[in-house]
Structure formats: C-alpha cells, structure tokens
C-alpha cells in the first residue's frame, strides 16, 4: 500500500519534510497561503510522487498531516477541515514573524497546547519543531545506524503519537516521548534541546544564525536518544519561551 502525507506549508520546513517523506516513499500532498499555482517550482524539484493542492484536497487524502506555517497562521486553520487527522505540530512562536500574540503564556500553556485548543476534533502531536530545517535533512539516517539521532514528540493521543512515531523512524529519526502536550514546553524556543544541540556544538541557546554560510552548509551533530532525555530533563520553564531570529526585546515591541 502507498503511504502519503500531507503538508500545509510549503516553506523552509514543509519543503524539507517533503523531501524526507519522497525519499522514504512516500506521496506528498503539500499546499501554501497563495494557492497551488505558485508551487510549480517546488513539485518540479520533488518529482512526481509530490503534488500541489489546496488545503482541503490536503485534509481528504492524508492521515497525517504537518502543520508547517507561521504561529501566527495557527487560528487561521480550519477547524472543521482538520477534524479527525493526526496534526505535527512543527510551529514554534516567533514575536519578530508572528506579532504580539496575547495568548501567549510560555509559563503557563505549551504552544502546542494552544494549537489543541484550535483544532479541537484533531490529534495534535507535537515534533520536528526542535530541529532546524537545514540539519533535519542533514543528519536523518536510516533505523539502526549509529548516527542516528532522536526528536521529542508529546501529545494527548497515544494512538496518534505512536503513528508519528512511525512516521520519524520511516524518515529517519528516533523519538523521546514527552508525554502529554502539557509537557511540549520542554521542546520550546530557548529549552536546552531547541536546535543548537544538532547543529552547534556549544548547547546554551543562543538566538539566530551568527554565521549564515555555517547555518546552511553546517552537517551538525548527532544527537541521541539518550541526549535528548538528558536535555528534556534539564528544561527549567520561564516566561519568554520565544524565538528570536536576532536581538530583539518583547518589552519594547
Ligand atoms: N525553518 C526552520 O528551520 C524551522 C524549524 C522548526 C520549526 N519551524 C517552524 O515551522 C513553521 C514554518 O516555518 P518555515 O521556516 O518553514 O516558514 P516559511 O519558510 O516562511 O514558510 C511558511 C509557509 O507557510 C505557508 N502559510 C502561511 N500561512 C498559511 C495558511 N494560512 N495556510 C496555508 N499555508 C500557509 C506559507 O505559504 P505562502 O508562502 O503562500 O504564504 C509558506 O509556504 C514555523 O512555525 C516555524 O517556527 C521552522
């Protein structure tokens, strides 16, 4: 039987899990803001196991579907649309992109919880929001190869966890399981296992790409299992979960 996927976002993450499910076999379905049409380019790159479609043509044909657009977009997505699908939950709150968001308490609700809220009749599982796009692609190896490295994955729905849980392993990742989406703050912007352990060596966050030609050209690191649970174990949660793509201060925005 065919495996597919759908993804909505066509941009920096959606194009790369793209990428990672054609060459795992799957079909991809993938839809943008702006409509099928401006995705010519991007399915010519794929191959024809990729297509372009509109968000509900996304929905029908897939089980498993990426939420791979702006935080901001989340309350823009169809509820009604998404119902029943299992949701990964890749977005992670940048103020800078996103604006203000008054929900918004890193403190107090996981971002993830916030996107259950939304899409209240689906499965939301969070993951592959902790890895950069560049290193999601360069360090996924194939299962039992001793390079492998591990993404956390959270959600209320054991089920649905375990079906993404599939999906990493097919595409070339282990999981940490986290547990319950209460507990995917520990995966956030500015938690210790947010993109630098894969990608620098030194594991204190530190806020965008200080060198853009290493950003993109870097292999990064392995990250283990083992790693990961380290990691996840030391997050200690505080008020400005955010992500920051340069110097920037919420309390002046
Ligand atoms: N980039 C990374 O390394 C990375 C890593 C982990 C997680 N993430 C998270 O992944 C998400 C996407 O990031 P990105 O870097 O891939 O962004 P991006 O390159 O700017 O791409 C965003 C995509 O979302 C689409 N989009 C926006 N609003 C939409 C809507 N209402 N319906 C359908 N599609 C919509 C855009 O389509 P149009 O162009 O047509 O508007 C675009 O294809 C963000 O939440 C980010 O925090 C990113």
Not at 18 to 32: E, P, S, T, W
Not at 132 to 143: E, G, I, Q, T
Not at 202 to 217: A, I, L, R
Request: hydrophobic share 40%; net charge negative; proline share 5%.
């Amino acid at each position: 039987m065919s495996k597919s996927i759908g993804i909505i976002g066509s941009g920096m993450i959606g194009s790369q899990v793209a990428r990672l499910a054609m060459a795992a076999g799957y079909d991809v379905v993938i839809c943008n803001s702006r409509g099928p049409e401006t995705l010519t380019d991007l399915i010519a790159e794929l191959g024809p196991k990729a297509r372009a479609a509109r968000l509900a043509e996304v929905s029908s044909g897939n089980d498993i579907i990426i939420l791979a657009v702006p935080f901001a977009a989340y309350p823009k997505l169809p509820a009604d649309i998404l119902a029943g699908k299992i949701l990964v939950d890749t977005m992670n709150y940048y103020p800078e992109r996103d604006g203000i968001m008054g929900e918004v308490k890193t403190d107090k609700i996981a971002s993830s919880e916030l996107v259950q809220k939304h899409l209240v009749d689906s499965c939301v599982v969070r993951a592959i929001n902790n890895m950069d796009f560049v290193r999601l692609l360069s360090r996924a190896r194939p299962a039992g190869h001793n390079e492998r490295s591990a993404l956390p994955v959270a959600s209320d729905f054991e089920d649905a966890k375990a079906s993404v849980i599939n999906f990493l392993d097919d595409i070339g990742y282990d999981s940490v399981n986290m547990g319950a989406l209460s507990e995917s703050w520990r995966s956030e912007p500015t938690m210790p296992v947010y993109v630098n352990p894969y990608w620098r060596i030194n594991t204190v966050y530190e806020s965008g790409p200080t060198d853009v030609s290493s950003f993109m050209t870097a292999l990064g690191n392995v990250v283990s299992k083992e790693k990961v649970t380290d990691l996840l174990r030391k997050a200690v949660r505080h008020d400005k979960m955010y992500g920051s793509l340069g110097n920037f201060d919420i309390n002046k925005a």
